[in-house]
T-cell receptor
Framework: EAGVAQSPRYKIIEKRQSVAFWCNPI?????LYWYQQILGQGPKLLIQ????????DSQLPKDRFSAERLKGVDSTLKIQPAKLEDSAVYLC????????????FGPGTRLLVL | GDSVTQMEGPVTLSEEAFLTINCTYT??????LFWYVQYPGEGLQLLLK?????DKGSNKGFEATYRKETTSFHLEKGSVQVSDSAVYFC????????????FGKGTKLSVKP
């Protein structure tokens, strides 16, 4: 069974530029999560999708971050414009359903904003 | 709000030493508890979990018991190996239908031969 795929693995941009990350969850997983992991900290949830609907985006900085999950499969997370403090690893995870379900994580995208 | 506190690292041990990484939590309701591990250059992997009080999760020689009375979920291993060198994250899953994880800051473990 293929795992969670993410691309790109690394990205370097200058502040005020835009960037997009892509995630393909495990086949059949209804729930998809995006986490932000700043160096030295644990991952923090940005947004959670159930199929193609948003369940929780309370910690997503909506003035610059956006995410979508068209057709309930792949997802894209965008930052526009980027700030220095957005430098982090962006992790995508998926699970079959939600509560108490094991989440499977992708390798992450490491973003550096200069 | 809900939170997880785990012991700060880094932790350096010799091979075959006993490992304990402390984790305590604050949560409303009855969360599920998890330990995730991140090996160098790899993504987060579930190590073990427990879904109710007094449950013991175990995997690869690691164990953790869900202690409601002390709100703790300490990770233990009797004899660590060099290959256990990684960052370990304690996490809880909030109640309700959401299931998103709240993580501690992580503890880096280095095991020397």
């Amino acid at each position: 069974e293929a795992g969670v795929a993410q691309s790109p693995r690394y990205k370097i941009i200058e502040k005020r530029q835009s960037v997009a990350f892509w995630c393909n969850p495990i086949s059949g997983h209804a729930t998809l999560y995006w986490y932000q992991q700043i160096l030295g900290q644990g991952p923090k949830l940005l947004i959670q999708f159930q199929n193609n609907g948003v369940v929780d985006d309370s910690q997503l900085p909506k003035d610059r971050f956006s995410a979508e999950r068209l057709k309930g499969v792949d997802s894209t997370l965008k930052i526009q414009p980027a700030k220095l403090e957005d430098s982090a690893v962006y992790l995508c995870a998926s699970s079959q359903r939600t509560f108490q379900e094991t989440q499977y994580f992708g390798p992450g995208t490491r973003l550096l904003v200069l | 709000g809900d939170s997880v506190t785990q012991m700060e690292g880094p932790v350096t041990l010799s091979e075959e030493a006993f490992l304990t990484i402390n984790c305590t939590y604050t949560a409303t309701g009855y969360p599920s508890l998890f330990w995730y591990v991140q090996y160098p250059g790899e993504g987060l992997q579930l190590l073990l979990k427990a879904t109710k009080a007094d449950d013991k999760g175990s995997n690869k020689g690691f164990e953790a018991t869900y202690r409601k009375e002390t709100t703790s979920f300490h990770l233990e291993k009797g004899s660590v190996q060099v290959s256990d060198s990684a960052v370990y994250f304690c996490a809880l899953s909030v109640g309700g239908s959401q299931g998103n994880l709240i993580f501690g800051k992580g503890t880096k473990l280095s095991v020397k031969p």
